[in-house]
T-cell receptor, first 113, second 115 residues
């Protein structure tokens, strides 16, 4: 069964450094999402992406964040200058055009020191 | 904006018994989707069950079923014949109808299954 994959599974970085989180959505899916979950808290929406552009973004998704689909298979989330409060689990999700269910990847655990 | 509330931070159930997890939501929309996701200790988000608001019939998926009360804006999850592998955090989620609409999650209910 096809699944969403994410790399790396864990990332430790220093405050102020740039990080890129990578996702490979399910191959025939058209809609892509990033969510984050700070430890012990609820899952929060960051951004949705369709047809090579951002569809919606939350207040969390400020100028420090960007997304890209560079090659038709990968979907990346970049944080330009990480802050301590960016430490969280980051989930990628994708959805096909004909289905309403979003399928999640296993997440990337980001720790900012 | 829509909100999703899960009022039970923790629940426990004896193996083979039945448990019901509560979820309420607030919306002014008439059509939408509701989901239950399971998050085991691995923290992967796994879809459990989905309900379309326009359908009156409650969704079922093997041992999992929902009680969808549209007028009351309630969407509870019933797990029958609970198994040790059901132990996880369960999140209720809402999604508006529309092309790229995101999920809005509740705060979760941690389910413990006792042997």
């Amino acid at each position: 069964e096809p699944e969403v994959t994410q790399t790396p599974s864990h990332q430790v970085t220093q405050m102020g450094q740039e990080v890129i989180l990578r996702c490979v959505p399910i191959s025939n899916h058209l809609y892509f999402y990033w969510y984050r979950q700070i430890l012990g808290q609820k899952v929060e929406f960051l951004v949705s992406f369709y047809n090579n552009e951002i569809s919606e973004k939350s207040e969390i998704f400020d100028d420090q964040f960007s997304v890209e689909r560079p090659d038709g298979s990968n979907f990346t989330l970049k944080i330009r200058s990480t802050k301590l409060e960016d430490s969280a689990m980051y989930f990628c999700a994708s959805r096909s055009g004909g289905q309403e269910t979003q399928y999640f990847g296993p997440g990337t655990r980001l720790l900012v020191l | 904006a829509q909100t999703v509330t899960q009022s039970q931070p923790e629940m426990s159930v004896q193996e083979a018994e039945t448990v019901t997890l509560s979820c309420t939501y607030d919306t002014s929309e008439s059509d939408y989707y509701l989901f239950w996701y399971k998050q085991p200790p691995s923290r992967q988000m796994i879809l459990v069950i989905r309900q379309e608001a326009y359908k009156q019939q409650n969704a079922t998926e093997n041992r999992f079923s929902v009680n969808f009360q549209k007028a009351a804006k309630s969407f509870s999850l019933k797990i029958s014949d609970s198994q040790l592998g059901d132990a996880a955090m369960y999140f209720c989620a809402y999604r508006s109808v529309g092309s790229a609409r995101q999920l809005t999650f509740g705060s979760g209910t941690q389910l413990t299954v006792l042997p």
